[in-house]
């Protein structure tokens, strides 16, 4: 089994910028690559960002290409999501999620086994 706790949410005006952490407990050592998803109100879950554990290698959703990064810290079992530039339409619950294997694609919900509780993010206007 596989924890997560996310953190690093809050209210923050247009153009502003936060950063989420999302740290892993348990059997971390069975993660292939992790991944970062938003649910805005009345919206489905869409991935904002994926790395692969091994690798570090990183791939985006073109809404959020150029202004996230995702990293991670492979001695702290963390991965991270830096936002910059961020505008309202970034308002969602942040979630983040651990693949133990590669099946389906990154952009699929179903692609991933593990979830964390989900943070927060508003964007003033």
């Known amino acids: 089994q596989v924890q997560l706790e996310e953190s690093g949410g809050g209210l923050v005006q247009a153009g502003g910028s936060l950063r989420l952490s999302c740290a892993a407990s348990?059997?971390?050592?069975?993660?292939?690559?992790m991944g970062w998803f938003r649910q805005a109100p009345g919206k489905e879950r869409v991935v904002v960002a994926h790395?692969?554990?091994?690798?570090?290698?990183?791939i985006y959703a073109d809404s959020v290409k150029g202004r996230f990064t995702i990293s991670r810290d492979k001695d702290k079992n963390t991965v991270y999501l830096q936002m910059n530039t961020l505008k309202p339409e970034d308002t969602a619950i942040y979630y983040c999620?651990?693949?133990?294997?590669?099946?389906?694609?990154?952009?699929?919900?179903?692609?991933?086994?593990?979830w964390g509780q989900g943070t927060q993010v508003t964007v003033s206007s």
């Open positions: 790395i692969t554990w091994s690798g570090g290698v990183t």
């Open positions: 999620a651990v693949r133990s294997e590669y099946r389906d694609t990154w952009r699929d919900v179903g692609a991933y086994d593990y």
């Open positions: 348990g059997r971390t050592f069975g993660a292939v690559a």
